[in-house]
């Protein structure tokens, strides 16, 4: 259960809702405090502007009062000012803090205060705990006489409509996120239709139907990389799958025939009574049959290890044109016995494994010689700028069509008496030394099998060796 938990929330859906839903809130907060001090301080500021205007209005009046007594039997003179205002308050002080006109309502207790000439700014609380906040200022009576000047205003109210509109805030804030969130599920799910008809294309890709691919017109801008990818995954790995069933259609091929020879003979052999000589020349032909079966086994083997190694070549720096002539040497009596010539040319030094170089050029000058008519020339050729070893030769028989056929395996040119493993062995040692073997065919009919030993440069090579 807790795994199923966790799934869950590692998917796209819960991590989107949330997102939308945390950053909604967050905004809804902000937006919210803003308004709310927005409001608080327009609230403020013209409730300071309206005192300041009844402070303007009073004083005028109050210019017109002769003395306090005056003041004092009729207030109604500024009384009647405040009519229709609802939640302000006038108080008027002598200059013994006496109250000369006073609200009905509860006023802070008043007290003769140190004043300039700009109203000063007044906070209390009356005696039911209501704020009251105003201005306080001076002025002068006809006679000469200071007054201070109180107009009072009663926080209640608006802290009570403050107050309501937080409330109002906090409920369209969370109503907000709560939208958001399910707006945003929904958004995600909708978005990842195209990703779930991939899914459920991929799914029904099979062994049998791996030349199926994924239909990028499915798919979003953001995913048209991924399915590329896959694609390209997909075609590696049908190719790797269609070589691995010719590979093993081809072994089964090449294992078929000797492996008859041998049942036959020895069904033959067995059938009836022999002489010893008979017998004997019976297993001298299997063995035969064996070695070359042998044989055929230690090269698939040796090209499965070659082809797949990621190891380091144990390379040296070698004289190659030394190895080339020691293993034309190799060859000169075959090369004599089908009258060909062998012409070697040119110097080379190169970070090469000595083996699998001597099994490259055994492999190429075996195929030249095997394949080339009697008195023509096989030419070897060191080239500095490939680099590596060219192999050229004219073939006894026409040349399949791409050459590329040349290197798969069991492919046997012209119905000779190879394996077909030869160039194919001999491709991945150049590929082992970052390399290629190439075939390519001239105007005058030869064929150059050109393998560079060497990416590009000694620097990359020697990178590959160690």
Request: overall charge neutral.
């Amino acid at each position: 259960m807790r795994a199923d938990w966790r799934r869950a929330w590692r998917g796209l859906t819960p991590r989107v809702v949330l997102g939308f839903a945390a950053l909604t809130a967050a905004l809804m907060l902000a937006c919210g405090v803003y308004l709310y001090q927005a409001l608080q301080l327009e609230l403020g500021a013209r409730d300071r502007d309206e005192q300041r205007g009844k402070i303007v209005l009073f004083r005028q009046a109050l210019a017109g009062v002769s003395d306090v007594d005056m003041l004092r039997r009729n207030p109604d003179w500024l009384t009647h000012f405040m009519v229709g205002h609802d939640g302000l308050a006038l108080r008027v002080l002598d200059a013994r803090g006496q109250a000369l006109v006073d609200s009905p309502a509860a006023l802070p207790r008043g007290i003769w205060l140190t004043l300039g000439k700009a109203p000063g700014l007044v906070r209390g609380q009356d005696a039911h705990g209501h704020p009251w906040q105003g201005l306080a200022a001076r002025a002068a009576l006809a006679n000469g006489e200071p007054v201070q000047l109180e107009i009072w205003r009663d926080g209640h109210d608006q802290a009570a409509l403050l107050a309501q509109y937080r409330n109002h805030l906090w409920w369209a804030g969370a109503l907000a996120t709560l939208v958001a969130a399910a707006l945003g599920a929904t958004l995600v799910r909708h978005s990842l239709r195209p990703l779930a008809a991939l899914t459920a294309a991929a799914m029904a890709i099979r062994p049998d139907t791996l030349n199926q691919r994924l239909d990028a017109s499915l798919a979003p801008a953001e995913l048209l990389g991924l399915v590329g990818a896959f694609n390209d995954a997909l075609a590696r790995l049908d190719g790797a799958f269609a070589r691995l069933s010719h590979y093993a259609a081809d072994l089964a091929h090449e294992m078929r025939t000797p492996l008859g020879i041998l049942l036959g003979q020895t069904q033959v052999a067995l059938s009836r009574e022999r002489s010893l000589a008979e017998y004997q020349q019976v297993l001298a032909d299997n063995a035969e049959e064996l070695e070359r079966l042998t044989r055929t086994v230690n090269d698939l083997l040796f090209l499965a290890k070659t082809e797949h190694s990621q190891a380091a070549l144990p390379c040296e720096s070698l004289d190659v044109r030394q190895e080339v002539d020691e293993v034309c040497e190799f060859f000169a009596l075959l090369a004599e016995e089908r009258d060909i010539q062998l012409h070697v040319a040119g110097q080379l030094h190169l970070p090469v494994a000595r083996a699998a170089l001597r099994r490259l050029l055994n492999n190429l000058l075996s195929n030249a010689i095997r394949y080339s008519p009697p008195g023509s020339v096989v030419r070897v050729e060191l080239d500095a700028g490939l680099p590596g070893v060219a192999v050229n030769n004219l073939p006894a028989s026409p040349l399949p069509e791409p050459l590329g056929v040349l290197f798969e395996r069991f492919y046997s040119q012209g119905g000779g008496d190879g394996h077909g493993l030869g160039l194919p062995i001999a491709r991945a040692i150049a590929r082992q030394h970052g390399g290629e073997l190439r075939a390519h065919l001239g105007d005058d009919g030869r064929l150059t099998l050109a393998a560079q030993l060497a990416p590009s440069a000694s620097l990359a090579q020697a990178r590959r060796c160690s």
